[in-house]
């Protein structure tokens, strides 16, 4: 096994590690080899590289902007701190939590929703193409949740009558709706969750068959 898949070895258990140093990403997109420890040591370097910090902060984001909507006279951040920390290069985004609005009938309007939804969709299939073989069962869940999310991005292109038209950035979809994917226990959190499980998990697989064949490969 690698000097670099044994330092990873607690990594597994920790759901909020760093991204690895760039020392660490040499030869990431190489070429795969046909040794099978090659091919599981160039997937586990894969793994490692996935970085979660943009979707937290997409996640932190639709839950502010929710709660602003709620009560407009809450002193809020703009978050874009994190944004800039997490490499989101969407300076709009730092208007969610200031613009975000609840009209009279109770619909709520998030700037730039469907933005921020093909965001976490678009971070989350990168997760799929990556861990998915490694964690069936969890990247199916993932998937029926990110399919969720999917459903309320349709909602903002829809022209069936029931959604006015949208002004500027922001369009108003019923609260029961918004909340249910981006509020705290929202699909995109869930979805995050799952994310984070599915990198712990493919990187302990890679982990162990590296082990398995370093095994067989002693005298």
């Known amino acids: 096994m690698s000097e670099m898949m044994r330092t990873a070895r607690g990594d597994a258990s920790d759901l909020t590690a760093s991204p690895p140093t760039p020392g660490e990403l040499v030869g990431i997109n190489?070429?795969?080899?046909?040794?099978?420890?090659d091919?599981?040591?160039?997937?586990?370097?894969?793994v490692l590289a996935i970085d979660l910090a943009p979707m937290r902060y997409l996640r932190d984001l639709l839950r502010l902007g929710?709660?602003?909507?709620?009560?407009?006279?809450?002193?809020?951040?703009?978050?874009?701190?994190?944004?800039?920390?997490?490499?989101?290069d969407l300076p709009e985004l730092d208007t969610v939590p200031v613009w975000a609005c609840c009209e009279a009938n109770g619909r709520v309007g998030i700037p730039f929703l469907d933005l921020v939804l093909d965001e976490v969709l678009?971070?989350?299939?990168?997760?799929?193409?990556?861990c998915a073989h490694l964690t069936r069962e969890r990247g199916a869940q993932a998937r029926v949740t990110a399919r969720e999310i999917a459903v309320l991005r349709a909602r903002l292109v829809a022209r069936d009558g029931t959604d006015p038209s949208p002004v500027g950035p922001i369009r108003f979809l019923p609260l029961e709706d918004v909340e249910r994917?981006?509020?705290?226990?929202?699909?995109?959190?869930?979805?995050?969750?799952?994310?984070?499980?599915?990198?712990?998990?493919?990187?302990a697989v890679c982990r162990s068959r590296l082990d398995a064949s370093d095994a067989s490969s002693r005298p």
């Open 66 to 88: 929710v709660k602003h909507a709620l009560d407009p006279r809450l002193s809020v951040d703009t978050l874009r701190t994190q944004r800039l920390t997490a490499g989101v």
């Open 122 to 130: 678009a971070r989350a299939e990168v997760v799929f193409d990556t």
């Open 181 to 203: 994917v981006c509020g705290r226990a929202g699909s995109v959190a869930r979805l995050l969750d799952q994310l984070q499980h599915m990198r712990a998990e493919a990187l």
């Open 30 to 37: 190489e070429p795969l080899r046909l040794r099978a420890d």
């Open 39 to 46: 091919v599981h040591e160039a997937w586990g370097r894969r």
